[in-house]
């Protein structure tokens, strides 16, 4: 070896491969590791002739590398992660950085660059979005850890990374911790536009009976306009897409079980811990769950019977306008419940996150990229301490008009028995938001009568607690 390669990658699969190559095209030299040999087999046909090199062991690997490494894990999130961390301490030296661009758990993170710091070594953690393709073509980038340590591999990120007009969807988060945790947050808002989405393709389907093509040239239309996203623009495509042996629709062969890698269900921990509320996050949770219990479902289609509302008239294009602003809205909200909870965690952690930042990251790259986060960037560049993004002017101005279209819909759904637990989550969300008295007062009494646990009074400063004899 005459020189040492300038970045190093652990794990090569799809997406751990599909990042070297990114790597190598915009000028870097890359070696690869994988204990699969499928995966290493892989590269080395898709890397003929680029500056990639094959390593067969892990020790190799290292000594490829240029001083202070570069190493880049690529690996499943967990025990797995531990014991490459384990291995790679056998090799490298102080100095060296690994950065874990994986879905790890942020808590893990902020422990492995803890222990790794004491032992000479640094650490980054990177939330990565964009999928397979994402990683070839550039990913939206989420760096947390060291901000001297960052700054050491920030020509690499900024090199990678998707674009919106010159700009890089790349950012310094925070410090540790911050890139994994609003990675999760990304997961959950995903988990919820898609939940929503689902549920707008089910009243389609259940309420109007539109047609699989219909449903698709009718995304369609609706990424031309406010609602433009990447999730809108794939679920067009999906509903086109044909089988290729039987010539039927894709989407009618897909059995009703949704798999999930726990970053949603992460998210709702945390707003849990953080007293965030986040329902339609969790709602979508907890419909991956619903969907997974098939054959309890298809038992229960068969003897549990609804008094559904017959014959109910819809003029079809004025309902379509209201799945329109309905799903708006909700996004509005499923959005607005994410940023929140990482404002939260900002506090918590110490983290100083740039909410303004991490929305432009978000435009371009990853899977939750959609029109609406330009609007978000501008609402929290007028107002970087924005409590929530439904007080910003125009989203303000958009719920107030489309908040009718949504009570429609969630009527509409109940009426038919279609179930719809984000939409009907969004409005109350959005009610509940907006209501200056919650009969929270009686809870509280309920609480002081059977727990003595007090309670504050409206004509009493707060912080001052009373109990009553009941």
């Not at 680029?50 to 880049?72: A, C, G, N, T």
Request: hydrophobic letters at 40%.
């Amino acid at each position: 070896m005459t020189r040492g390669l300038q970045v190093g990658i652990i794990g090569v699969g799809v997406m751990g491969g599909n990042l070297a190559l990114n790597i190598e095209d915009k000028g870097f030299s890359v070696s690869v590791y994988d204990i699969s040999l499928d995966s290493l087999n892989r590269m080395r046909v898709v890397s003929k002739g680029k500056d990639i090199l094959i390593s067969d062991s892990l020790k190799s690997f290292v000594e490829s590398l240029e001083s202070p490494r570069k190493i880049i894990l690529m690996i499943k999130a967990g025990k797995a992660v531990e014991n490459v961390i384990e291995e790679l301490k056998k090799y490298i030296t102080p100095g060296d950085i690994i950065i874990d661009c994986g879905n790890s758990y942020f808590h893990d993170s902020m422990r492995r660059r803890t222990q790794l710091e004491a032992q000479g070594y640094n650490f980054i953690d990177v939330g990565v979005s964009g999928g397979a393709e994402g990683a070839l073509k550039g990913p939206s980038l989420m760096p947390g850890g060291d901000l001297e340590v960052y700054k050491s591999i920030e020509p690499i990120l900024m090199a990678i990374a998707a674009k919106v007009g010159n700009e890089p969807c790349c950012t310094y988060i925070g410090d540790s911790g911050a890139g994994h945790y609003v990675k999760m947050v990304h997961n959950g808002i995903e988990y919820g536009d898609m939940e929503l989405i689902c549920e707008i393709y089910a009243l389609l389907k259940g309420a109007l009976k539109l047609s699989n093509d219909e449903i698709s040239d009718l995304f369609a239309q609706w990424n031309n306009g406010e609602l433009n996203s990447y999730l809108v623009e794939i679920t067009s495509k999906i509903f086109k897409k044909l089988d290729t042996d039987s010539q039927k629709p894709m989407i009618d062969l897909i059995l009703d079980v949704a798999g999930e890698k726990g970053t949603g269900k992460w998210s709702s921990e945390s707003a849990l811990n953080l007293g965030v509320p986040v329902p339609i996050i969790t709602e979508s949770v907890f419909s991956r769950y619903l969907s997974s219990m098939k054959e309890e479902r298809v038992e229960a289609s068969r003897v549990l019977s609804a008094e559904i509302e017959k014959g109910i008239e819809l003029d079809e294009l004025e309902f379509i306008e209201s799945l329109r602003q309905a799903f708006y809205v909700s996004s509005i909200c499923c959005y607005a419940q994410g940023f929140s909870l990482m404002r939260a965690a900002s506090k918590e952690y110490k983290w100083s996150l740039n909410l303004g930042n991490i929305a432009s990251v978000f435009r371009g790259g990853c899977i939750i990229r959609a029109a609406l986060l330009d609007k978000i960037k501008k609402a929290y560049e007028n107002n970087p301490e924005l409590s929530n993004i439904m007080l910003d002017g125009y989203f303000k101005e958009v719920l107030l008009s489309y908040q009718q279209a949504l009570r429609k819909v969630v009527i509409t759904a109940i009426s038919m028995g279609i179930a719809v637990p984000a939409l009907s989550s969004a409005i109350s969300y959005f009610d509940s938001y907006r209501t200056e008295k919650l009969p929270a007062n009686l809870l509280q009494a309920q609480r002081d009568y059977f727990g003595g646990h007090t309670y504050q009074r409206i004509d009493k400063d707060r912080g001052s607690f009373f109990h009553t004899e009941w």
